[in-house]
């Protein structure tokens, strides 16, 4: 079964910015969606950011739209996000998600931790 490490996390003050990277411990099929959701202690996990490679095209919730950038690799089996102006609220826990129909899985989780 493929496996998801994440790796990018860490402490920043506010308005920094963070590179997070996930990548697939072997090839998958091109055909996928890989997103980053985070959660916060006491809250739901909740989506950040995904990617669809087969309508090529990427979703953002309001929180982060403008500020943060999902990215993938030409095989499709990496996802970044970038991190730019960040804010205390984005602290948490980020996990990488790949999803395919018969298919979901998760990375263990990264942690951000957005403070002055």
């Known amino acids: 079964q493929v496996q998801l490490v994440e790796s990018g996390g860490g402490l920043v003050q506010p308005g920094g910015s963070l590179r997070l990277s996930c990548a697939a411990s072997?090839?998958?099929?091109?055909?996928?969606?890989m997103g980053w959701y985070r959660q916060v202690p006491g809250k739901q996990r909740e989506v950040v950011a995904t990617?669809?490679?087969?309508?090529?095209?990427?979703d953002y919730t309001e929180a982060v739209r403008g500020r943060f950038i999902i990215s993938r690799n030409k095989a499709y089996n990496t996802v970044y996000l970038q991190m730019n102006g960040l804010k205390p609220e984005d602290t948490g826990v980020y996990y990488c998600?790949?999803?395919?129909?018969?298919?979901?899985?998760w990375g263990q989780g990264t942690r951000v931790t957005v403070s002055s």
């Open positions: 990617h669809n490679s087969a309508a090529r095209s990427a």
């Open positions: 998600n790949l999803r395919r129909r018969d298919l979901d899985i």
């Open positions: 072997t090839e998958i099929p091109v055909i996928n969606i």
